[in-house]
Structure formats: structure tokens, C-alpha cells
């Protein structure tokens, strides 16, 4: 499974490769309206998909130019 945020790729998911299953987003990725997709390749069902997906907020920056005074 790919993961994207505003067509940007943020990552990938293989089940039984590697144990990330979180993944963080740069600042400046995210804008005031977002898509996020998924992208699920299979050639046949398989055992050990992904799970339920949820979006977790583990942290906020705020970022970006300081306002003209």
C-alpha cells in the first residue's frame, strides 16, 4: 500500500516488511484542504492486510511566515 498526502508520497506499507506502520508528515505538506489516498496493489487476496487505517495526531507545529505588522 502507498500512501499519499496532496500527491506527495509519504510512504509505504508491506505486510511482513519492516515494522512501520506510522508515518509522519513534513511540515508544509498539508494545506487548508487535504486529500490523502491510499494505493492498494494486489494481484490476489491476501492474508495480513493493513488493518483499519485511522489518522492520529501525535504533535501540531505551526509553520510559516510570521505576519507583516
Known amino acids: 500500500m502507498l500512501i ?3 500527491g506527495w508520497n509519504m510512504g509505504q506499507y508491506l505486510n ?4 512501520q506502520r506510522e508515518f ?7 494545506r487548508d484542504h487535504n486529500t490523502l489516498t491510499f494505493a492498494v496493489i494486489a494481484t490476489e487476496a491476501a492474508q495480513g492486510d493493513p488493518g483499519p487505517v485511522r489518522l492520529v495526531t501525535l504533535g501540531n507545529r505551526r509553520t510559516g511566515a ?3 505588522r
Open 4 to 6: 499519499f498526502v496532496n
Open 16 to 19: 511482513g516488511v519492516g515494522p
Open 24 to 30: 509522519v508528515l513534513p511540515a508544509g505538506v498539508l
Open 66 to 68: 510570521a505576519p507583516d
